[in-house]
């Protein structure tokens, strides 16, 4: 009886021990976040403001100058596609005619920010513009906002 007693509370000690290594990492994970935003916030004084500037400057870029060696800069993934791929996958080849872009909602969670942009177009063969949302997401790098890139033909609308 004594062994298994003895057993017994080996095994809760050990469980709470574990309990307790686990709570203390996130505890510390949490402040690591809470640190990382304040770093932000210290530097950057408005990033929800800071954000919608910059993701209509990108799209701007992108849709209206066709500057896409500007819009590759502000990319987050840089290193995964060269600037020739990357021009490959979003160029327009003159089907679509963009006429404006504006940041109609912007959210910022953190290191993390997702901004609706409203794109008007002309498409061929239709007498009107048209407007679509665009979701797009943004991180911050290094106190710099940076596009983050969706795989193509994915669309997610913000929620």
Request: net charge positive.
């Amino acid at each position: 009886m004594r062994v298994y007693l003895a057993y017994r509370r080996w095994f809760w000690n050990a469980i709470f021990r574990t309990a307790f290594l686990v709570f203390v990492a996130m505890a510390f994970g949490a402040c690591q976040e809470v640190n990382e935003v304040q770093e932000v916030n210290k530097v950057m004084k408005d990033p929800k403001g800071s954000l919608e500037k910059k993701a209509e400057a990108y799209w701007k870029m992108r849709f209206l100058e066709k500057d896409y060696e500007g819009t590759y800069a502000m990319e987050a993934d840089q290193g995964t596609m060269t600037l020739k791929k990357y021009r490959e996958r979003i160029a327009n080849n003159g089907q679509i005619k963009y006429m404006s872009v504006a940041a109609t909602k912007v959210q910022v969670d953190g290191v993390n920010g997702t901004v609706e942009i409203l794109v008007t177009y002309l498409l061929p063969n239709l007498p009107k513009q048209v407007s679509s949302p665009i979701a797009d997401r943004w991180v911050i790098k290094e106190n710099e906002w940076k596009h983050l890139s969706r795989k193509p033909g994915v669309y997610k609308p913000p929620s």
